[in-house]
């Protein structure tokens, strides 16, 4: 594999919602700043595409909830 082809399998095409002010709920269990469970946190990295839309479709809908 090419270095150009390593770097881009490596780089996700969907970027992190984290906002830098981590800190999990103790009653929801979710980020404080980026609405995600611990799971979903830890798990970004290696997740591909498709996880990474899924885990930000499910962080809309608590954040339509929490309205």
């Known amino acids: 594999m090419t270095q150009s082809a390593a770097t881009a399998k490596e780089t996700p095409n969907v ?3 984290c906002v830098r002010l981590c800190g999990l709920d103790a009653e929801t269990g ?3 700043g980026c ?3 611990l799971d979903e946190i830890t ?3 290696k997740g591909s595409d ?3 839309l899924a ?3 499910a962080v ?3 954040l339509q ?3």
């Open 15 to 17: 970027a992190s919602p």
């Open 30 to 32: 979710l980020c404080r």
């Open 35 to 37: 609405f995600r469970t």
């Open 43 to 45: 798990g970004w990295w």
């Open 50 to 52: 498709e996880d990474r």
């Open 55 to 57: 885990i930000l479709a």
């Open 60 to 62: 809309e809908r608590r």
């Open 65 to 67: 909830t929490a309205r």
